[in-house]
């Protein structure tokens, strides 16, 4: 006799919101019911280890009958008690999870679509499931059935061998919800959907599939015929042995699984044993996405569970920095069972993330050490986000991630790490020092960099826009400090000479006063220049925001109201001062108008906007004209 029964409350919950929901992933049923059969057969082939009764055969078969509507899913797995029935399908979230009981929005229902929500989820695409079931550990079979309202029923059933049959009663089309149900009846979608998510599961997954054959003798006429096929590969690639796997089957790998159309760069294949145990499979493309450093780009890893596909991109699992990293996490540790807490997913998660971002950091050290081609290659194209790593987050990452970068030189025209410029540094050098602008050529001839080239220093070129914020926030390595060539004191004199030229400032104060004066608003001050030696003048910017910086911030969308202070700076050995201070004895204002020569050209030097070119260019003409009057 049926026996009918209620659901568990949080069942019917659970299984109102799948029902009713415009859910988007229906099709992960098949994931989660095959998954189940594959745990089912695990099962059973454990207490076969005990009991000597092993069994070589197992396997998930998937029956379409499209006429009756029904998809069939066996396994010969441990299969039900009568009591298991009960307690496994009449209730959902046997720990309790609090989730259900809080109640579920529409993230939450992300989240079942991601972890799974087991056997339930056949009732989002069957109006009738029926499991027909005999256990290991007993010689009655059971039918269970259900229309996923609030209640099911058992009784007792005829079934030979020990296993669990699931019949789907696939649910009308419904055109106003656009809901496409067929599609499930079809083979070629449900091969799909098992290469899609259930590819490594560890036993076959068999179908009988539809062909067509053309016999010669029958003059063209098709013949149709069935032959039963193994739909999933069921080792996963990253499962095999590190020595059995081949670099071309990890590239061909990588290429199908990711769509590139290049090998990678670089393959990193971890399998972890321990508290956390899960295999990792990562790669470094060889060339970058090119919407890498757009909002629109998602990173993250795929995430599978025992071989079974959870969820594509997996944000968790990879830092920021390292965003260009492709690959697969698959741990045993995670389950698919929504029923167990999801917190405990995100400590796993977690813990597996921060093994992962020590293992690419290792991975890039070695790189840079063993293959440096191949790390040059690697950091032209991802360089910039390892800086932006250092310049996020206020720089919480910049022990893990500064020997990674690397920059050209004043000296080199290869990347050159932090730790090998500061082994190469002299020894009276007390800073590292960087200079800013468009390349090699236009940065060395930069009037900053005069004496600093005159005492051999070599100088880090800063290219990209982002360098100076991230030394900004790097300001050390080693203990020593960052020094931009156009800011502040470069420390390039010693104390003899820096009294001698304190003196010549004071006694030409009343010069540099009236340059000052007529740039006001432009400059903060005027000085003498302890760094240039061949140039005329120089603009430096005070402490602070530099130009190279100003220049960046008014590029932006926003372009913010920013201005790095300006400090005019002039080479008093240059014959230009002594220009300087004899027209100053004739004509001051004369000497006006020079200085805002002096300062625009300047400007032009660094790369900035001419704030007044008109009056630049009258006062050039006027320069000319009046040196050639007489
Ligand atoms: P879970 O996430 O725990 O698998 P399900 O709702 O999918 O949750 O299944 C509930 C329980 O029913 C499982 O934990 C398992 O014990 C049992 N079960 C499900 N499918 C099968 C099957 N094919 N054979 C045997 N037992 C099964």
Redesign the pocket.
């Known amino acids: 006799m049926a026996k009918t029964k209620q659901f568990k409350t949080e069942s019917k919950k659970l299984l109102d919101l799948m029902i009713n929901s415009i859910y988007t992933h229906k099709e992960i049923f098949l994931r989660?019911l095959i998954s189940?059969?594959s745990?089912?057969i695990d099962k059973r082939h454990y207490l076969s280890l005990t009991n000597a009764d092993l069994m070589d055969d197992y396997q998930i078969v998937i029956d379409l009958d499209e006429e009756a509507r029904t998809i069939t899913i066996s396994?010969n797995?441990?299969?039900?008690t009568e009591d298991e029935l009960i307690n496994?399908?009449g209730v959902?979230a046997r720990s309790g999870s609090k989730e259900f009981k809080d109640g579920l929005d529409n993230d939450d229902l992300e989240i079942i679509g991601q972890f799974?929500v087991?056997?339930?989820s056949a009732f989002m695409v069957s109006k009738k499931v029926t499991v027909l079931t005999k256990s290991v550990n007993s010689d009655q079979a059971y039918k269970w059935t259900s229309e996923g309202t609030s209640s099911y029923t058992i009784s007792n059933a005829e079934k030979d061998e020990p296993g669990?049959t699931i019949i789907l009663s696939v649910r009308d089309n419904n055109e106003e919800l656009e809901d496409n149900y067929d599609e499930y009846l079809r083979e070629y979608s449900i091969k799909n959907l098992v290469k899609k998510y259930s590819d490594y599961v560890r036993y076959p997954i068999k179908m009988d599939i539809t062909k067509t054959d053309y016999p010669e003798d029958e003059k063209g006429k098709a013949i149709e015929y069935s032959e039963t096929e193994v739909l999933n590969s069921m080792i996963p690639i990253w499962k095999k042995s590190k020595s059995d796997i081949k670099e071309e089957d990890l590239n061909e790998f990588y290429k199908h699984q990711f769509n590139d159309y290049t090998d990678p760069l670089k393959v990193i294949h971890s399998k972890v044993e321990g508290l956390t145990t899960y295999t990792s499979l990562l790669f470094i493309p060889k060339k970058p996405p090119v919407d890498l450093y757009s909002e629109k780009f998602e990173k993250g890893l795929q995430l599978y569970s025992k071989g079974v596909f959870i969820m594509d991109k997996n944000k968790q699992l990879i830092p920021d920095y390292f965003r260009f990293v492709r690959g697969l996490v698959d741990s045993s540790d995670l389950s698919?069972?929504i029923?167990r807490e999801m917190l405990q997913h995100d400590r796993q998660l977690k813990k597996i993330a921060s093994h992962l971002e020590k293992k690419i950091k290792n991975e890039l050290e070695k790189m840079q050490k063993n293959e440096r081609e191949l790390y040059n290659e690697f950091y032209t194209n991802y360089g910039v986000n390892l800086k932006y790593g250092i310049y996020e987050g206020y720089g919480v990452n910049k022990e893990l991630l500064q020997d990674l970068i690397m920059f050209k030189t004043s000296k080199s025209d290869d990347f050159v790490t932090l730790k090998e410029y500061t082994k190469n540094i002299k020894e009276e050098q007390k800073y590292i020092y960087y200079a800013s602008g468009k390349n090699k050529q236009s940065i060395l001839s930069l009037p900053q960099m005069d004496l600093i080239k005159d005492k051999d220093y070599e100088v880090l070129l800063f290219t990209d826009d982002i360098d100076e914020f991230m030394v900004s926030i790097l300001m050390k390595y080693n203990d020593l400090e960052f020094k931009n060539v156009a800011q502040g004191d470069l420390d390039l004199i010693d104390e003899s000479e820096i009294e001698k030229f304190d003196e010549l400032e004071k006694e030409k104060k009343s010069l540099l006063d009236l340059i000052k004066e007529s740039l006001t608003d432009k400059v903060t001050d005027v000085k003498l220049s302890k760094r240039l030696k061949d140039s005329p003048v120089c603009l430096v910017s005070g402490e602070g925001l530099s130009m190279e910086m100003e220049k960046v911030l008014k590029n932006m969308p926003t372009n913010p109201d920013v201005k790095a202070s300006k400090i005019l700076e002039i080479n008093p050995n240059h014959d230009l001062f002594k220009t300087l201070e004899k027209v100053n004895e004739t004509n001051p204002d004369k000497v006006k108008e020079y200085a805002k020569i002096l300062y625009s050209q300047a400007l032009l030097i660094e790369g900035l906007p001419l704030e007044n070119p008109v009056e630049f260019s009258n006062l050039m003409v006027k320069l000319m004209v009046d040196a050639n009057k007489e």
Request: hydrophobic share 40%; proline share 0%.
């Open positions: 989660e189940n059969a745990d089912a396994d797995g441990v299969g039900f496994n399908l959902i799974g087991g056997f339930y669990t698919l069972n029923s």
